[in-house]
């Protein structure tokens, strides 16, 4: 059986999926931005620097 990715309990909403509320849509939401989510990334370091000659 699927169950919501927050609070595990409850089995999807169709207006909110694959949350089964919007208070869990909510909570993903801040999740998302408020940084606690990420996406692991390496930095650039080959960029060149840029040009201040103007």
Same mark, same amino acid.
């Given at each position: 059986?699927?169950? @919501?990715?927050? @609070? #595990? #309990?409850?089995?999807?909403?169709?207006?909110?999926?694959?949350? @089964?509320?919007?208070?869990?849509?909510?909570?993903? %939401?801040?999740?998302? %931005?408020?940084?606690?989510?990420?996406?692991?990334?390496?930095? %650039?370091?080959?960029?060149?620097?840029?040009?201040d000659?103007?």
């Amino acid at each position: 059986m699927v169950t @919501c990715p927050i @609070c #595990k #309990k409850a089995p999807p909403d169709a207006a909110y999926r694959p949350f @089964c509320s919007r208070r869990c849509a909510d909570v993903d %939401l801040q999740r998302w %931005l408020s940084g606690v989510y990420a996406v692991p990334a390496e930095p %650039l370091d080959d960029a060149p620097p840029p040009d201040d000659e103007e």
